[in-house]
């Protein structure tokens, strides 16, 4: 046994001797010693390069903020009827002079570590990741309030890398060249709080109308809710989500230990008072069609609030200006100064769906609230027209379908529900009656009788197709328009009966345009035939009875001095009066925002409005009569028998049929041949003697 090996212990592993392991390892430890070097040449080159970059930044100057330029909104004419500008809403006050509850509220919501950080925010980013990561979607941001600021004064909204690179840059120059509290007076002063309010000075004298630094703590957990999203959170728009966010900051504020949970509470429960918007600024025309403007292109076609306000895009729309003017002061005058009762007026272009007149209500500035678009007010015997179509469409009834106007209870439901529609202050006739008949008195019996005959499901179906999208139920009420309808609704559809049967969807913007004259946006016309012309000429022919003798709409016939077609509705709330003539189609509404009775007097206001306004509207254009289409037949009826008449007839009445749904049989109470069948020559001279005798009543008023 050698001496090496005794040492090992006898039959013991081997060792390789100290200098012999040594020596293995050298290669190791000499290329770990390089590593160690490269490693700390590497982190020296990027600790000069990230120094000098930061001296860069340092010395650099910051680039001048982005110059806003005014946006504009144009009507059918070209001229512009309202701006978009943020300089024209913004004041800038000193830090000191916005009060330090605002302050607080916006650093508690929007930057918790704003005095701590170097411009971002690392734990609210990493949180924010967290939370994105877990939701797979972007939940959460963590800008901070130099972020922001950069963003807002430097650079654009667009989300590509090179922005955010940049924004990342300027974020850094800001904390450089800025005290925290210089930053934080720069962002109070130009964050937007919408409604064209730029600053904390601005957004209180438009929202409470008083200074900044008089702001409370309630207003100011309010207001310091509404930047992170104004269409949102803006009191204005949707109080209940500027409360709910009010009170998030306010319980923010108190977990931070800003404010004692106790004074969260109560600045909750506040009740707020803000000034009515528009008393300052918003003034001039159709207010509420620019507010319908500015609703479609940012919540519709989704132009950025702050492109709207500052890019100097421009809104090409529908409005006529004249024909707006004449609604305005035919709602001015229609309804009297010191009355409470309210109305709702919108005109459209059945031939090209153009909007050209809207008024939401009788003053924006005290209520900005757009009854054009309400959807709770019941459009009565407005509404049977679309029942009228749909029989008219099936072939059950025709214009001389007869239905006995007299008390009727009528059962459905197999059987087991019944339903007693009365008339209006229980006029009856007590007889027999046609469909001209029914829709010039606006007979109740004759219209449940039709929808019995019809069925309620395809009434609501063709309400459907002309665009009525309000919530119905298939039951023989409908058929007196109990079920709520917005007067925009009704308006589209009537003008699809003035339209040959063709539905046109109303259109208010035609193009957007940014400051380079690039289209961003421009209408494609959506059109779709719901019913064949001669059907919508058949019914238009029956609705021109409604303001002859006899016809709910007799008392201002006088003062429309050209054809038109319409239906009034009148329920214990509500009175309307939706008609067309072939260049436009307006539906009139006046009632109580309360839902209060109306009384006789001002249930008849609807009409008069109507009337005044198309007349008005249409001053420069000449009358024209309805379009006669083909497939439309003119004949002589016995109004009693609902037959053709016969020539020696003493009570004979010109009426239009589609083609083949005439009657053939002759009134046997007279016994001769019929005075004129398929729209012979006779016919064709009553029906122009009839248009004459318009057109002279226009010419001699």
Same mark, same amino acid.
């Given at each position: ?150 963003? #807002? ?497 003493? #009570? ?50």
């Amino acid at each position: 046994m050698s001496w090496y090996r005794f040492r090992q212990g006898g039959g013991g592993k081997r060792r390789l001797p100290l200098a012999i392991r040594a020596e293995r390892w050298m290669p190791l430890l000499r290329r770990l010693r390089k590593g160690l070097i490269y490693m700390a040449g590497m982190l020296l080159v990027l600790f000069m390069a990230a120094f000098g970059f930061l001296y860069y930044l340092r010395v650099q100057a910051l680039p001048a903020s982005s110059i806003s330029q005014t946006s504009q909104m144009l009507d059918a004419q070209g001229h512009v009827m309202d701006t978009f500008h943020a300089g024209e809403n913004r004041q800038s006050v000193p830090l000191k002079e916005i009060s330090p509850y605002l302050v607080e509220a916006t650093l508690a919501i929007e930057d918790q570590r704003f005095f701590s950080h170097l411009g971002f925010d690392m734990k609210g980013m990493a949180r924010a990741a967290l939370v994105n990561l877990e939701h797979f979607s972007r939940q959460q941001g963590a800008s901070t309030l130099t972020q922001q600021l950069a963003r #807002n004064l430097y650079l654009t909204h667009e989300r590509t890398w090179s922005r955010k690179l940049k924004e990342a840059m300027y974020t850094i120059q800001l904390e450089m060249h800025y005290s925290k509290d210089e930053i934080l007076d720069m962002y109070l002063n130009q964050i937007y709080y919408g409604h064209g309010a730029y600053g904390a000075e601005a957004a209180s004298e438009l929202y409470y109308g008083k200074h900044a630094s008089e702001l409370t703590l309630a207003e100011s957990a309010m207001l310091a809710g509404i930047p992170k999203g104004p269409k949102y959170y803006s009191p204005y728009m949707d109080m209940k989500n500027a409360k709910d966010r009010q009170r998030t900051i306010l319980q923010t504020m108190a977990d931070q230990g800003i404010i004692q949970l106790s004074d969260a509470k109560a600045a909750g429960a506040e009740m707020l008072n803000f000034v009515p918007l528009g008393t300052s600024k918003q003034t001039g025309l159709a207010p509420y069609f620019r507010d319908y403007v500015r609703y479609l292109a940012v919540d519709k076609l989704g132009i950025d609030e702050r492109l709207l306000s500052e890019g100097g895009i421009r809104i090409y729309t529908t409005l006529d200006p004249e024909a707006q003017r004449a609604a305005e002061e035919a709602v001015a005058a229609g309804i009297p100064e010191d009355s409470e009762q309210q109305a709702a007026l919108i005109s459209i272009d059945p031939r090209t769906g153009y909007i050209k007149a809207m008024v939401g209500g009788r003053d924006y500035k005290k209520n900005q609230y757009n009854r054009v678009f309400a959807t709770t007010r019941q459009p009565g015997s407005s509404f049977k027209p679309i029942l009228y179509l749909t029989a008219l469409q099936q072939g059950s009834l025709s214009p001389v379908s007869q239905f006995k106007s007299a008390p009727t209870v009528f059962t459905y439901d197999d059987g087991r529900q019944t339903y007693a529609p009365s008339n209006y202050n229980n006029n009856y006739v007590n007889g027999l009656i046609d469909m001209r008949q029914a829709i010039a008195s606006s007979d109740n019996i004759y219209a449940v009788n039709s929808i019995m005959k019809v069925g309620p499901e395809n009434v609501i179906d063709m309400a459907r197709k002309l665009g009525i999208d309000s919530p119905m139920q298939p039951v023989p009420s409908l058929a007196l328009g109990t079920f709520p309808v917005s007067p925009f609704e009704m308006a589209s559809a009537f003008g699809t009966f003035a339209n040959a049967g063709v539905r046109i969807e109303p259109t208010a913007i035609l193009r957007i345009e940014d400051s380079k004259g690039e289209v961003l946006y421009e209408a494609k016309q959506a059109q779709t035939t719901v019913v064949d012309a001669a059907h919508a000429y058949v019914l238009t022919s029956l609705m021109e009875s409604v303001f002859e003798t006899g016809g709910t709409g007799n008392r201002v016939s006088a003062t429309i001095k050209r054809p038109v077609a319409g239906k009034t509705g009148t329920t214990a709330t509500d009175a309307w009066l939706v008609g067309y003539t072939p260049e436009l189609a307006t539906a009139v509404w006046v009632g109580y925002d309360k839902g209060r009775k109306l009384t006789p007097v001002e249930a008849h206001r609807a009409a008069p409005i109507f009337a005044s306004y198309t007349e008005k509207a249409l001053s420069a254009v000449p009358p024209k009569i309805f379009p006669l289409p083909d497939g439309v037949v003119s004949v002589y009826v016995d109004p009693e028998s609902g037959k053709l008449a016969g020539k020696s007839c003493p #009570n004979r009445r010109l009426e239009s049929f589609v083609s083949g749904t005439q009657p053939v049989e002759v009134c046997g109470a007279h016994g001769d041949t019929a005075a004129s069948a398929n729209g012979d020559s006779d016919a064709q001279a009553a029906q122009s003697k009839t248009w004459w005798k318009q057109l002279k009543r226009w010419w001699s008023n």
